[in-house]
C-alpha cells in the first residue's frame, strides 16, 4: 500500500514540507507549520463580583443597628444628677448609612457583572 498523495515533513529533514506524488517527492516545498492543537485550559473558578461588598455592607450595618440598640437600652446620668435613656447617636445612624451604601454598591457591582456575561 502506497503512501497517498498530500503534503509531508521534508525527508531532508530541512524545516519544510515536500509535496508527495504517490510515487515521488516533487521539488515543491513550503515552511513548515505544526499541527494546530486544541488544549482545553483549566477552567478558573467563577467569582461572583460584589460579594465582598455586600457582606461587609451587611456587616457594618448590623454592627450599627446593634449600636443603636444597645445605645437605646442604656441610661446615663445627666449633668444635673437625673437618670436619662440614652437613645442612638447621629454616629449609630451614620454607621448605619455606611453599611447599606456599602451593601448597595456591591449589589450594583454584582448586577453589572451579571449583565456583563450576556
Known amino acids: 500500500m502506497s503512501t497517498p498523495a498530500g503534503w509531508y515533513p521534508d525527508p531532508s529533514n530541512a524545516p519544510q514540507t ?8 516533487t521539488s515543491d516545498t513550503r515552511p513548515f507549520v505544526p499541527p494546530l492543537t486544541r488544549q482545553d485550559a483549566p477552567k478558573k473558578p467563577v467569582k461572583k463580583r460584589g460579594n465582598g461588598w455586600i457582606y461587609a455592607g ?12 444597645l445605645a437605646a437600652a442604656t441610661t446615663h446620668v445627666d449633668s444635673y444628677g437625673n437618670s ?4 442612638p447617636t447621629v454616629g449609630t445612624f451614620l454607621v448605619i448609612i455606611l453599611g447599606i451604601i456599602l451593601a448597595a454598591t456591591g449589589f450594583c457591582i454584582r448586577l453589572l457583572g451579571a449583565v456583563e456575561k450576556r
Not at 515536500?18 to 517527492?25: K, V
Not at 451587611?58 to 440598640?69: P, R, T, Y
Not at 436619662?84 to 437613645?87: A, D, E, L, N, R
Open 18 to 25: 515536500r509535496y508527495w506524488e504517490g510515487g515521488h517527492w
Open 58 to 69: 451587611a456587616v457594618i450595618a448590623g454592627f450599627g443597628i446593634l449600636m443603636g440598640f
Open 84 to 87: 436619662v435613656q440614652g437613645g
